[in-house]
């Protein structure tokens, strides 16, 4: 679908942009017949700049094939629960310059695992309209029940796993199209201890940006 955030918009207009495009979200599985690759995205700031990397990772192998970047004004606030008004817009043009076809998103945020159950990797996937997965590294929302992660009402909205060779905890939720039982799969098979393969590329990429950017304002 055609998504798009306004240049500019209030607190109380994004919640209420969240709570309109949640239902929006399928929690289903729609898979290609065979997945190629893998495309992970990460973001960071630096003086009042967003840097946002994507990679392309071959499925099979977990091979990196393609990363792309982009560096631009930051356009919002930090506001835990409101990530994608701040990310969205340059994680989508990071991804978008690696052209990839029949691929899975991992996005390095939350999905539905969120209190109006529409993170940032929601926001990715109904952008992209591409199977999209949520694999974060804090509890934002919920509680720990027996691996899972639930709700007020005791629904389950994320699973948690364990990092190999580590006691770090990483949550994986649906961001769309996508069960969670094939999300938990997924991630598992690309698992390493610094996380799923596509992410760790893309974490690895926009901190040598942001390294960049540092050293191109030596005042900072």
């Not at 949640?22 to 997945?35: C, F, M, T, Y």
């Not at 840097?51 to 990772?57: D, E, K, P």
């Not at 835990?80 to 390095?108: M, Q, T």
């Amino acid at each position: 679908m055609k998504l798009k955030l306004p240049d500019s918009i209030s607190v109380r207009d994004a919640i209420k942009l969240q709570e309109t495009l949640g239902p929006q979200v399928s929690e289903e599985s729609d898979l290609p017949a065979k997945i190629n690759n893998l495309v992970g995205c990460d973001a960071t700031y630096f003086n009042g700049i967003t840097s946002a990397a994507a990679t392309l990772v071959d499925y099979e192998r977990l091979k990196l094939l393609k990363t792309s970047g982009v560096e631009e004004s930051t356009r919002f606030p930090y506001i835990p629960g409101l990530l994608a008004f701040r990310e969205a817009p340059s994680v989508l043009r990071a991804i978008r310059r690696l052209k990839p076809k029949s691929y899975v998103c991992l996005v390095d945020a939350h999905g539905v695992a969120h209190p109006r159950r529409f993170g940032l990797a929601c926001f990715v996937g109904l952008a992209l309209d591409k199977p999209t997965i949520g694999v974060a590294k804090n509890l934002l929302y919920g509680r720990i029940k027996k691996g899972t992660v639930v709700d007020g009402d005791g629904s389950t909205i994320a699973a948690t796993l364990k990092l190999p060779e580590s006691e770090k905890t990483i949550y994986v939720s649906v961001g769309h199209k996508i069960s969670l039982k094939d999300a938990v799969r997924i991630v598992k098979y690309c698992l390493t201890p610094q996380g799923p393969v596509p992410i760790r590329l893309a974490h690895e990429e926009v901190t040598k940006r942001k390294c960049l950017l540092k050293k191109s304002n030596p005042a900072y």
